[in-house]
């Protein structure tokens, strides 16, 4: 059995999480952005089915994407150095996250993101806390991310792709920016094959915690990022 939260309380030790299914801490309360903000510092974040109660989770291993150690295929550079194509911040991120939440994913009948999230994640959004990468071609919206921002700490929640590499751009050109502002690490949360060529690995619970209590409370306020920051950044070679 997992404890039921009701608004106010304190998540249990995450040490008290499930072993089965992994990481599975608790149910209930709220999706407010005091809830969530403390539930990313602690390691903690949440993911339910629509019609669920709230589920929060933190699972051991935890997978993590270092941003300057991000893996790129011979091919995504060419892509990145010459294809005709747009990124830019914050910019459309009511679009993202609904594209996030209705692009159909192989092996999944439906989505996580439900309206309740959406709304959730757009007032952290207004708030400076939420953020959206875009890749546009022809401006036309074809891939992106987003994810939440505390510190020094990204946690990456859902990415998209309408066109060849989309989202893989939107990550690399991510991965430029927080290298910039030096951020330390982006919870990918849990494993695949995919992140994992891409450069990310898991780490314990226990190591990305620690990791995670220091760089949260280590600079960069929250607040809109420049929606040009990382424009050009591969076009001219300074990667």
């Known amino acids: 059995m997992i404890p039921w939260l009701k608004t106010g309380d304190p998540f249990p030790p995450v040490a008290t999480s499930l072993l089965e299914p992994n990481g599975l801490l608790a149910a209930g309360a709220d999706l407010s952005p005091q809830r969530l903000v403390t539930a990313y510092r602690l390691g903690i974040f949440p993911w339910y089915s629509p019609g669920d109660p709230i589920l929060w989770w933190s699972p051991d291993p935890r997978m993590v994407l270092f941003p300057d150690k991000l893996k790129l295929s011979r091919s995504l550079t060419k892509t990145l150095r010459h294809a005709d194509y747009t990124v830019t911040l914050d910019t459309a991120f009511d679009q993202v996250i609904a594209a996030c939440a209705l692009t159909p994913r192989t092996g999944q009948s439906g989505t996580w993101i439900s309206?309740?999230?959406?709304?959730?994640?757009?007032?952290?959004?207004?708030?400076?806390?939420a953020h959206s990468v875009e890749?546009?071609?022809?401006?036309?919206?074809?891939?992106?991310?987003?994810?939440?921002?505390?510190g020094r700490a990204f946690f990456g929640e859902?990415?998209?792709?309408h066109a060849t590499d989309a989202s893989k751009i939107?990550?690399?050109?991510?991965?430029a920016h927080l290298v910039r502002r030096e951020f330390g690490i982006i919870d990918c949360q849990m494993e695949t094959t995919h992140l994992a060529s891409l450069g990310?690995?898991?780490?314990?619970?226990d190591d990305f915690?620690?990791?995670v209590a220091?760089?949260?409370n280590d600079g960069n306020?929250?607040?809109?990022?420049?929606?040009?920051?990382?424009?050009?950044?591969?076009?001219?070679?300074?990667?």
């Open 115 to 129: 309206m309740e999230m959406q709304t959730a994640y757009l007032r952290m959004h207004t708030l400076g806390i």
């Open 135 to 150: 890749t546009w071609r022809a401006g036309k919206l074809i891939g992106g991310l987003y994810g939440i921002a505390i």
């Open 158 to 161: 859902s990415m998209f792709s």
């Open 170 to 175: 939107s990550l690399a050109h991510l991965c």
């Open 200 to 205: 990310a690995r898991p780490i314990s619970r």
């Open 209 to 211: 915690r620690a990791q």
């Open 214 to 216: 220091t760089l949260v």
């Open 221 to 239: 306020a929250p607040g809109r990022w420049p929606e040009d920051a990382i424009l050009d950044h591969y076009r001219y070679g300074t990667e």
